[in-house]
Structures are given as structure tokens and as C-alpha cells.
């Protein structure tokens, strides 16, 4: 009546938060793949939109979405003779993405921009004024791929402080 060999092991299934840790892990790891994947395509010297001398340009983040380019270039102007401006827009919408590029004449103007301009309100928001990465630091990426300064967004999960993996 009884087998004379022993009964499998029961198997334990995951509990929710076991479930919760491995599926966090999965993303991730196709996250990080796919940044992989994004940042070898990551070429702003072939970007069609991007002119001018990069040691003489400045990024100019945080900006108000309705600033036009003749508010950015007039605000400029007091640092220098501005050669050129340019507001990132979305390709579908047009509409700002919040950052924009300005292109001095002479590298002292630059310079100069990039010291006194940060923090200062255009159009009722403080901006962010440093100087282009993306062309003349080799290897830069920005932080949509995964580069960037700082770790600012890093955020660890509730569900794993304190957690060793």
C-alpha cells in the first residue's frame, strides 16, 4: 500500500516580495541592455541640427517652455556677441523641451556667460547654464543614456534598502 521510496521535496513557491525583487532585476537588466544598444547609436557630431564650435557654445537647461530664441539671444547678449541660438523642440509637437544652446563669437564671451549666467531667472525660472558636453568630452553620454553628472536620479526601491544582493 505504502511506495518504499520516499515522496519528492515540496517546492515552495515566491512570495510577493521575492516576485517583486526578481521582476525589478529582469527590468533592469533589459534596461541596462537597452541603454547599451542606445548609446553606441549616440553620435551628436552627426547630428544634422547641431552647427557651430562646441568650445564656444553653452547649454542652457531648465528653461521656461513658452522662451523663445530671441528672449534666450537677448539675454545672452549682455556677455558678448551671440553667432547663433537654438531652443531643442520636440519633432512631433514643436513644442520646447526646456533647454537650449547658445553659440558665442569669441571664447572669453563664452566664458564669461558660463560664470555669471548660471541660476539667473529667465522668463520667471532659474536656469542652468554649463558648457556642451557632447562634442568635446569623448565618451560623454547624457543622462537618458545612462551618463550625465551626478546621481541625482538614482533612487534605490523601498523593497531593497537595506537588502545585500
Known sequence: MFE??????????ETKEE??????????????TD??????????????N????????????????????????????????????RIVRDPKTEKSRGYGFVEFEKVEDFKTAYKQANERRIDGR???????RGRTIAGWLPKRLGGGLGDTRNTTPSFLKGAVR
Open 4 to 13: 518504499e521510496e520516499d515522496p519528492p521535496e515540496a517546492t515552495r513557491g
Open 19 to 32: 516576485k517583486r525583487k526578481r521582476r525589478y532585476f529582469e527590468k533592469l537588466e533589459t534596461h541596462k
Open 35 to 48: 541603454l547599451k544598444d542606445r548609446s553606441k547609436e549616440y553620435v551628436p557630431a552627426d547630428d544634422p
Open 50 to 85: 547641431v552647427e557651430g564650435d562646441p568650445y564656444k557654445t553653452i547649454i542652457v537647461a531648465r528653461l521656461n517652455y513658452e522662451t523663445t530664441e530671441k528672449t534666450l539671444k537677448k539675454e545672452f547678449e549682455r556677455y558678448g556677441p551671440v553667432k547663433r541660438v
Open 126 to 132: 532659474k536656469v542652468v547654464v554649463d558648457y556642451e
